[in-house]
Structures are given as C-alpha cells and as structure tokens.
C-alpha cells in the first residue's frame, strides 16, 4: 500500500508504548492497539515504520510483524502456544547425535553438550541423548519443567521464542536465547552445525546459500526482538 503518513512517534500511554503515524495510533490486524512492553521495542518497531519509501512493505517490517503476532495470536490463545512450543522438547535437535564420523560427531558434542548443561543446571532437567534418528523419550519431569519454563514466557517473549525454535529444531537452543543470555550467533551455528557439515563435504549452491542466509536473519531478529520486549528499565 501507498505510504499515507509523514512521521512515526514513539507515545509513553497507560499501558505501554505505542507508535503513532501523523499522531493516530498504530492497530494490529486484529485491531488491537499496537502496544508494546519497552521504549527500546517501541523505536525499533518505529524505526521499520519511518524506514519505508513510496510504498508501505509488510515484509520489511520483521519486528511489527512479531508483535502483531504477540498481540493477536499469542496474548489471545497463551496456553495452547505456549503447549505448541514446549513440544519440540520432545525431540530436540541437540538430543540426536551423528552416528558419525567421529569428526562430526566430536563437533556436535564440543556445541551441543554446554548447551545442555547449562539446561540442566538451569532447569533442574536430565536429557536423554541417542546417536540416530530413531526417537527416545525424554523423562517426563524434563518436559513438564520445560513445559512451565515456557509457559511462564509473556506473549511476546513466547512469539520470539517460537520462531528461535522453529528455525533452530532445538527448545534448548531458543531457551538459551531468550532466557540464559546465550550469544545468538553463537547458538545459531551450533543449531546449524550438521547443514555446514554437509556443506563442507559437498558444497552449497547459491539458492541454499540464500535461503541458510535468510534463515539466520530472522534467527537474529527473533533473538533481538525477545531481548527489547524484556528490557523493563526504560
């Protein structure tokens, strides 16, 4: 759509910060208000807003996007999302280890087992871990923790935190993000460690290059739009 505003304002209201285009108020598909936790989310959601041309382009939008979700997906149905998400603790990337070769495998452990340390010691969670595909269950203590962990989330530190685990395949891996304070690139190329394995041996094509590229950018605004909606100091 035609851009059809001058400027984008950062507004301090009742209940949190809103933007405001030529001074009315951004609403969310739902038509919700568009109400964010922090100033910091509020500038970075403003920030897409004035950074548009001619033309108003969702797509360049990521973290409007996310807290359009938060507001009207997320908040509206918490219990079922958050049940959603705490799934993939059932089958978490980092539990499933290459048969081999031993390089391979000697290079999931140096990445994958800190991470599930610090779970466990976080948690107070015990993993089972396979070499395979073949599935193995978790203790069910294990997932009901991490059932709560995730459960106890706001909606929008849940809506950054699905999609950290959707593109990962690893709970862990999101959890180690959003609440363990884990450097995002960092964790980003321990998810991705069996994709630049294959890459190593094979080689990448410009189309998978593209797509492993886009993949870790909204890794990284996932991993940013949690850490402003939980900065409560502004």
Known sequence: MKRFYKDAAVVLGEDGWSIALDGRPIRTPARALLTLPTQRLAEAVADEWRAQGEDVN??????????????????TNHADFAAGVARYAQS????????????????????????LDWARA???????VTRGIIPVPQPDETLAR?????????????????????????????????????????????????????VEQW???????????RRRADFAV?????????????
């Open 146 to 198: 991490l059932g709560a962990a995730v459960a106890a989330l706001d909606p929008f530190a849940l809506t950054g935190l699905s999609t950290l685990v959707t593109l990962s395949g690893s709970l862990v891996c999101g959890l180690a993000v959003v609440e363990g304070g884990h450097d995002l690139d960092a964790v980003w190329q321990a998810a991705e460690i069996d994709e630049a394995w294959q």
């Open 92 to 115: 978490d990337l980092l539990c499933y280890r290459a048969d081999g070769p031993e390089a391979l495998v000697a290079r999931q452990a140096a990445a994958w087992d800190p991470l």
């Open 222 to 234: 996932a991993g940013a739009f949690c850490t402003m909606s939980r900065i409560r100091n502004d």
């Open 58 to 75: 969702p797509a360049s939008m990521p973290m409007t996007g996310l807290a359009n979700a938060a507001i009207d997906h997320v908040a």
């Open 122 to 128: 976080r948690y107070d969670v015990a993993f089972a």
């Open 203 to 213: 080689g990448e094509d410009a189309e998978a290059a593209g797509r492993s590229e």
